[in-house]
Structure formats: structure tokens, C-alpha cells
């Protein structure tokens, strides 16, 4: 490609083209033409105006619902409502990349910016006593019918707009120097030997060639050899778009992050997942929780201690040494199921269907998991949470093999409390570990909980986990 062939709407070869992921040729196309930051603006306007309209509508609906006429009082709530409704979501991420490429996300966020905006509404409506002007009723009704409706128009919203624009909603370059990489299915990958680009920090015609190219892009990922990336640097120093040069040595190393000791850069291979508000949040929903249930369970939990030491003698509660947060170990409490002299405190064995070490009360017990509820104690003391990565018994085996010996992810999952319950369990991933894959597939849950934690996915997996207490993998 010659100079004269560079044009201000640069477009990739033909060859360029196909090796872009079969999954989004649509939007590889989409994306050379299109300027994304004005797309995005476009877009979240529309979905400001959606959300207006939508919202509307529920306290007008409201109106109509309490009085049978429109008696203003739909329309005065509106008022109040939308403006902070969209001050709480522009400090959230009720209109971000996410609420584009995810539209259950989208939702997800919308909702939450709405419930604070009734909060925060309805201090303004009851403590302050401005009431004279608004219907309480109209003001409740319209609330609830808006939660709905908006989660709603975004999820349709979201899908129609992630279908037109093929979920591209950025302009990403993944530029081949002489170095294969795999794309994402939304970037440009560009050849570019072929097509004339090279890094050339003190040549200005091949600045310009890279500059035209990354015209309106946002993130510019380069694959090179390891002689070839002090030269990318400097020439894409300055192409004001997010650089990233592919080191597939560093995957042996799970690193997160680039960080500096003093002068010399360090990988950032491991950190606490959650900030401290984060933790606090958790913390007291955990211990709200734990000593509600502790109460509420305190008769279920009596008479299955009772009738364990009526059946066979010895301790009411079994005790094991598990791993927690931060690979400490602690002492995880259950009821006991086994025989005493059966039991298996290092867990070197695992339960099995009609296994003759588990008493009768014992089978009953596990098969709703009530022999469980002795670690709301765990909770309490702070050694567990409710929701979290299931803590697992020290001699436990897949095989010969140890379950830390099986992934290199393994130690990744106590980065967070272990919990009584998890997205793994909701998911059906519970019982024996008779084969590998029935460890990587919870490790692959807990990790994708522990990357995508927020206080509502705790909530929800509360509420699925009613659904999976008693279940086939229960024994």
C-alpha cells in the first residue's frame, strides 16, 4: 500500500477482512466506517428518552389507575422522579459500554438507579411533608410499574441495538506483525505487512500510514515479535488511543495488572477482589441474614440435634479444617451425618449414593442440606458468607490427585470468604468430585462470581438456593 492509497476513511484489505471472527462480519464492517464515541452519545440519548417515556407513562398509568382520570398528580411525581432517577444512574453505570453490549446489565443497572431514586424521592415526598401536591398512592403504584417497564425497555432496547450494530459499540485494531493472535469477534484485524504499516518511530509518512489507520479507533491491541514492541511503543505513543501490546509469555503467570516497585515495573498476579465498602456491604448482609436464620431455624435446628444423638452416639456437630479467605484455615462446623467412628475429618473419602458410613437422620439431613446450618455460626465469627466459593476438605480428590493440583486457577477462588451457598451450587454443581471436570466447572463459577460480585447477585443466589435444597447430587 503506497502513501497515495491512505485516505482519511482507511479500510482494511480484503484478506485484512477475513480474518476477522465469523461471529461479527457485520461488525467488523460497521466498525471502519462508524464513529463510535458519537454512535455511543446517540445512543444513550435514546435511551434516556426511552427511559422518560416509559417512566411517564407508569405514573400517568398510576394517574388513571387511582382517580380513573388524569388528575396531575402521575404527571408531578414524573417531575421529581426522572431528574434524580437520572442523577443516581449517571454516578452508577445505568448508561455506559455495558449498558450497550449487555442489555441484562443494562436492566440490572437501570433497576438499581430506580429503587434509590424511590428511596431518595420518597424522603423528599414523606419527611420533608411536600405531599400536598403528590398522591402517595399514584406515587407507589407508578414506582412499581416503572421498575418493570424500564427493565423491560431495556432489555428490548438493548437487543434491538446490539442486533443492528452487531454488539460493536467500539472501534478495536488488532494489528499482526509478523505474530498470530486470536481477535475478539468486534475488532479490525489488520495484516500489517500487508498492508504496508510498520513501526517506524522516526519516520513521519509511517506515522501518518498508523494515524489515518487508528482514525476514531479507541484501543489499539498489537501482536509482534518481542524485538519489535520497544518500536510499536514509541510509534503508537502518541496515536491518542489505548495501546496494548500482547505478551503471550506472561500466560503462565495469572497476572491482573501492571504495577511499579520504586523504578521497576512488577505484574500484578493476585489482590482482593472487593473494596472496602464492598466488604462492608457484604459483611452486614451476611450477618443480617446469619442471625435472622439462626432465630428463625433455631426449632428445625433443635430437633436435628436431637434426634442425631438419639440414633447414634457421639458429638451433635461434625468439624473439619477447611480453607478460607486469604488460604487461612479454619474449622468448618456441619451436623453430623456419619457414624463417629465413620466419620472422615480429613474428607479423604467422598460421600456416595447409599453410602454406609451416612446414618438415616444423616441421609435426611444432607439430602436437604439442613446438615448445613451450623455454619451460620461460621458466618457469624466471620469465617465464611453466606454466598461464596464452597470451602473444600483438605484430603478432598479427584483421582490421585489433590484439587488444587488439577488448575493453576484453583488458589484463585479463596480471594473471597467461602460461603454457605454459591453460584455453583444454584447451578446444580454440587455433590461427589468423582471427575476432573466436576471441579473446573465449579472453579469456572467461582471465579466468574468472584470477578462479577455485586450485592444483588448475593441476593439473587439467596433466593435461587430455596430452589436446589433438596437435589439429585444431595447425598
Given at each position: 500500500m503506497?502513501?497515495?492509497?491512505?485516505g482519511?476513511?482507511?479500510?482494511?484489505?480484503?484478506?485484512?477482512?477475513?480474518?476477522?471472527?465469523?461471529?461479527?462480519?457485520?461488525?467488523?464492517a460497521?466498525?471502519?466506517?462508524?464513529?463510535f464515541?458519537?454512535?455511543?452519545?446517540?445512543?444513550?440519548?435514546?435511551?434516556?428518552?426511552?427511559?422518560?417515556?416509559?417512566?411517564?407513562?407508569?405514573?400517568v398509568?398510576?394517574?388513571?389507575?387511582r382517580?380513573?382520570?388524569?388528575?396531575?398528580?402521575?404527571?408531578?411525581?414524573?417531575?421529581?422522579?426522572?431528574?434524580?432517577?437520572?442523577?443516581?444512574?449517571?454516578?452508577?453505570?445505568?448508561?455506559?459500554?455495558?449498558s450497550?453490549?449487555?442489555?441484562?446489565?443494562?436492566?440490572?443497572?437501570?433497576?438499581?438507579?430506580?429503587?434509590?431514586?424511590?428511596?431518595?424521592?420518597?424522603?423528599?415526598?414523606?419527611?420533608?411533608?411536600?405531599?400536598?401536591?403528590?398522591?402517595?398512592?399514584?406515587?407507589?403504584?407508578?414506582?412499581?410499574?416503572?421498575?418493570?417497564?424500564?427493565?423491560?425497555?431495556?432489555?428490548?432496547?438493548?437487543?434491538?441495538?446490539?442486533?443492528?450494530?452487531?454488539?460493536?459499540?467500539?472501534?478495536?485494531?488488532?494489528?499482526?506483525?509478523?505474530?498470530?493472535?486470536?481477535?475478539?469477534?468486534?475488532?479490525?484485524?489488520?495484516?500489517?505487512?500487508?498492508?504496508?504499516?510498520?513501526?517506524?518511530?522516526?519516520?513521519?509518512?509511517?506515522?501518518?500510514?498508523?494515524?489515518?489507520?487508528?482514525?476514531?479507533?479507541e484501543?489499539?491491541?498489537?501482536?509482534?515479535?518481542?524485538?519489535?514492541?520497544?518500536?510499536?511503543?514509541?510509534a503508537?505513543?502518541?496515536?491518542?488511543?489505548?495501546?496494548e501490546?500482547l505478551?503471550?509469555?506472561?500466560?503462565?503467570?495469572?497476572?491482573?495488572?501492571?504495577?511499579?516497585?520504586?523504578?521497576?515495573?512488577?505484574?500484578l498476579?493476585?489482590?482482593?477482589?472487593?473494596?472496602l465498602?464492598?466488604?462492608?456491604?457484604?459483611?452486614?448482609?451476611?450477618?443480617?441474614?446469619?442471625?435472622v436464620?439462626?432465630i428463625?431455624?433455631?426449632?428445625?435446628?433443635?430437633?436435628a440435634a436431637?434426634?442425631?444423638?438419639?440414633?447414634?452416639p457421639?458429638?451433635?456437630?461434625?468439624?473439619?479444617?477447611?480453607?478460607?479467605?486469604?488460604?487461612?484455615?479454619?474449622?468448618?462446623?456441619?451436623?453430623?451425618?456419619?457414624?463417629?467412628?465413620?466419620?472422615?475429618?480429613?474428607?479423604?473419602?467422598?460421600?456416595?449414593?447409599?453410602?454406609?458410613?451416612?446414618?438415616?437422620?444423616?441421609?435426611?439431613?444432607?439430602?436437604t442440606?439442613?446438615?448445613?446450618?451450623?455454619?451460620?455460626?461460621?458466618?457469624l465469627?466471620?469465617?465464611?458468607?453466606?454466598?461464596?466459593?464452597?470451602?473444600?476438605?483438605?484430603?478432598?480428590?479427584?483421582?490421585?490427585?489433590?484439587?488444587?493440583?488439577?488448575?493453576?486457577?484453583?488458589?484463585?477462588?479463596?480471594?473471597?470468604?467461602?460461603?454457605?451457598?454459591?453460584?455453583?451450587?444454584?447451578?446444580?454443581?454440587?455433590?461427589?468430585?468423582?471427575?476432573?471436570?466436576?471441579?473446573?466447572?465449579?472453579?469456572?463459577?467461582?471465579?466468574?462470581?468472584?470477578?462479577?460480585?455485586h450485592?444483588?447477585?448475593?441476593?439473587?443466589?439467596?433466593?435461587?438456593?430455596?430452589?436446589?435444597?433438596?437435589?439429585?447430587?444431595?447425598?
Amino acid at each position: 500500500m503506497n502513501k497515495a492509497s491512505v485516505g482519511l476513511a482507511w479500510q482494511p484489505s480484503e484478506r485484512s477482512r477475513s480474518l476477522v471472527s465469523n461471529r461479527a462480519p457485520r461488525a467488523a464492517a460497521t466498525a471502519a466506517v462508524l464513529d463510535f464515541r458519537r454512535l455511543r452519545l446517540n445512543l444513550y440519548a435514546l435511551i434516556l428518552v426511552v427511559d422518560a417515556l416509559v417512566m411517564a407513562g407508569a405514573f400517568v398509568a398510576a394517574d388513571l389507575i387511582r382517580f380513573d382520570q388524569l388528575q396531575g398528580y402521575g404527571l408531578s411525581s414524573f417531575m421529581v422522579m426522572f431528574p434524580t432517577y437520572v442523577a443516581v444512574g449517571l454516578n452508577g453505570d445505568a448508561w455506559s459500554i455495558g449498558s450497550l453490549q449487555r442489555p441484562k446489565h443494562s436492566a440490572a443497572a437501570a433497576v438499581r438507579a430506580l429503587l434509590l431514586a424511590i428511596a431518595v424521592a420518597s424522603v423528599m415526598f414523606f419527611s420533608l411533608k411536600v405531599g400536598a401536591d403528590f398522591s402517595r398512592l399514584v406515587f407507589g403504584i407508578g414506582s412499581c410499574i416503572a421498575v418493570g417497564l424500564i427493565a423491560a425497555a431495556r432489555l428490548a432496547l438493548g437487543r434491538a441495538l446490539g442486533l443492528r450494530y452487531g454488539w460493536t459499540f467500539r472501534r478495536e485494531v488488532l494489528i499482526l506483525d509478523g505474530l498470530a493472535a486470536t481477535p475478539a469477534a468486534d475488532e479490525i484485524v489488520v495484516d500489517a505487512a500487508r498492508e504496508g504499516l510498520s513501526a517506524a518511530p522516526d519516520d513521519p509518512t509511517a506515522l501518518d500510514r498508523l494515524a489515518r489507520l487508528l482514525e476514531r479507533s479507541e484501543r489499539a491491541i498489537i501482536s509482534c515479535e518481542a524485538g519489535r514492541r520497544h518500536a510499536w511503543t514509541r510509534a503508537l505513543a502518541g496515536a491518542n488511543v489505548d495501546v496494548e501490546i500482547l505478551m503471550p509469555e506472561l500466560g503462565v503467570l495469572p497476572a491482573i495488572g501492571l504495577r511499579r516497585h520504586g523504578s521497576t515495573p512488577a505484574l500484578l498476579v493476585g489482590c482482593g477482589p472487593l473494596p472496602l465498602r464492598s466488604r462492608a456491604a457484604k459483611r452486614l448482609l451476611d450477618v443480617a441474614v446469619a442471625a435472622v436464620s439462626l432465630i428463625v431455624l433455631a426449632p428445625i435446628m433443635l430437633v436435628a440435634a436431637a434426634v442425631i444423638q438419639l440414633e447414634s452416639p457421639g458429638p451433635v456437630l461434625f468439624s473439619q479444617v477447611r480453607m478460607g479467605r486469604g488460604n487461612r484455615l479454619f474449622t468448618v462446623l456441619k451436623f453430623r451425618t456419619m457414624r463417629t467412628e465413620a466419620a472422615d475429618g480429613e474428607g479423604l473419602r467422598s460421600v456416595r449414593p447409599g453410602d454406609d458410613r451416612v446414618t438415616r437422620v444423616g441421609g435426611l439431613l444432607r439430602r436437604t442440606s439442613l446438615d448445613e446450618l451450623p455454619q451460620l455460626l461460621n458466618v457469624l465469627k466471620g469465617e465464611m458468607s453466606i454466598v461464596g466459593p464452597r470451602p473444600h476438605a483438605l484430603g478432598t480428590r479427584v483421582g490421585d490427585r489433590l484439587l488444587w493440583t488439577l488448575d493453576e486457577h484453583y488458589w484463585e477462588r479463596h480471594a473471597i470468604k467461602p460461603g454457605m451457598t454459591g453460584l455453583a451450587q444454584v447451578r446444580g454443581l454440587r455433590g461427589e468430585t468423582a471427575r476432573e471436570r466436576d471441579l473446573t466447572d465449579r472453579l469456572q463459577s467461582d471465579l466468574e462470581y468472584i470477578e462479577g460480585w455485586h450485592i444483588g447477585r448475593d441476593l439473587a443466589i439467596m433466593l435461587r438456593t430455596i430452589g436446589v435444597l433438596v437435589h439429585p447430587n444431595a447425598f
